[in-house]
């Protein structure tokens, strides 16, 4: 997209006074037995970018189905601009625009087509529905494909049709599942630019939802779910903030006998991760290493220090990895689904 690049404006990370827009309430839901979400509450102010970050099976897909009036929350409530989602599904929608994670475009139909389909579902027609049109096709820089049909299209620009779809009725917010998702990284760059450009210049409240930390940090801010709770809100600095200093991991030949002593010796906090390596917070890393490895001599076989990331925030809140084996297997069985589905 030909957009220009704009500045992330710290005020929208921090804004005390804004206005919520949508006010999530000890929202839950089960499927049967299965609780995928359980009592949720939080609210996204005016004109910032939202995320929700969860590994997979963490509730994202389901809270977004409530919000998008897909789906009836088993208790709790959720308000998009004062209007119940389970009350009031017409208001809600008027106000909304969808991009689900799955295809909604009609390949077979070109760009302008697809989108005047989308425009009389809304009532728009006639002159002022082909000038919308044309604006919309326009924004997302496919003006010059509109005549042609949606499948000689990157995946790049197919998923600009399904934003310029989503927005056709000038929506004031905009609710995004894992949208990046199957993109090239040039591609990805320019959704969220374009997410920032509806944020400073038309005051868009946007929600995303995503797995990845990298586009996490994005968002203006977050709320972390781990099987259906809440375990982390606030700006991406905010989060981090929170650990003291550095993230250290050791690989130790027994790494519960090391974290033992650790917190014996230094009496700090040793945790031992999914994947066998003793994690310590702690400020000043590289010194403290030097300490451990002298205190512990032959127990340690490798040694990282960095700084902490969304996903050290992830773990200090749930005590396990953002990544274990079964998400990651999941998420692999999706995306080959996902794969055989397009062919
Ligand atoms: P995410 O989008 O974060 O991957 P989901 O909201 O899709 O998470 O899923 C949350 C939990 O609910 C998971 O345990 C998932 O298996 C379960 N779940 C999702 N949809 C259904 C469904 N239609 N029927 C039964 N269980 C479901
Ligand atoms: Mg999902």
Redesign the pocket.
């Given at each position: 997209m030909n957009t220009p690049i704009v500045e992330t404006t710290a005020a929208n990370a921090t804004n005390d006074s804004a206005e919520a827009v949508i006010r999530i309430e000890n929202l839950r839901h089960q499927?049967?037995e299965?609780v995928?979400l359980n009592g949720v509450s939080f609210t996204v102010n005016r004109a910032e970018i939202f995320g929700l970050l969860?590994p997979?099976?963490?509730?994202?897909?389901?809270l977004f189905r409530i919000l998008s009036t897909l789906m009836l929350p088993s208790s709790g409530r959720a308000l998009i601009l004062d209007h119940d989602v389970a009350a009031d599904p017409d208001g809600v929608r008027r106000q909304i625009g969808v991009v689900f994670q799955s295809r909604s475009i009609d390949v077979k139909l070109t760009a302008e087509e697809n989108l005047i389909h989308v425009g009389h579902l809304y009532g728009i027609k006639g002159p002022v529905l082909l000038e919308r049109v044309k604006e919309m096709l326009g924004r997302v820089s496919l003006g010059d494909r509109a005549k042609e049909r949606a499948e000689t299209f990157s995946g790049g620009m197919q998923r600009r049709l399904e934003l310029a779809k989503g927005l056709l009725h000038r929506p004031q917010v905009l609710l995004l599942d894992e949208p990046t998702t199957g993109l090239d990284p040039g591609a990805r760059m320019d959704l969220w630019q374009y997410l920032r450009l509806l944020r400073d210049q038309e005051g868009v409240t946007v929600i995303v939802?995503t797995h990845l930390m990298e586009e996490a940090e994005k968002c203006d801010r977050l709320a972390i779910?781990s099987h259906?709770n809440l375990v982390g809100l606030g700006t991406p600095a905010q989060l981090k903030s929170e650990i003291g200093g550095d993230v250290i991991l050791f690989d130790a030949r027994e790494p519960q006998k090391l974290a033992e002593e650790i917190t014996a010796r230094f009496a700090l906090a040793a945790t031992v991760l999914d994947d066998g390596r003793v994690r310590v917070e702690r400020e000043a890393g590289h010194r403290f290493v030097t300490d451990v490895v002298e205190a512990f001599p032959g127990q340690i076989d490798a040694v990282s220090v960095s700084k902490p990331t969304l996903e050290d925030v992830f773990i200090r809140r749930t005590g396990h990895r953002f990544w274990n084996e079964d998400a990651q297997a999941q998420a692999e069985r999706e995306a080959a689904t996902a794969k055989k589905k397009k062919h």
């Open positions: 499927y049967g299965r995928a969860g997979n099976g963490s509730g994202k897909t389901t939802t779910l259906g």
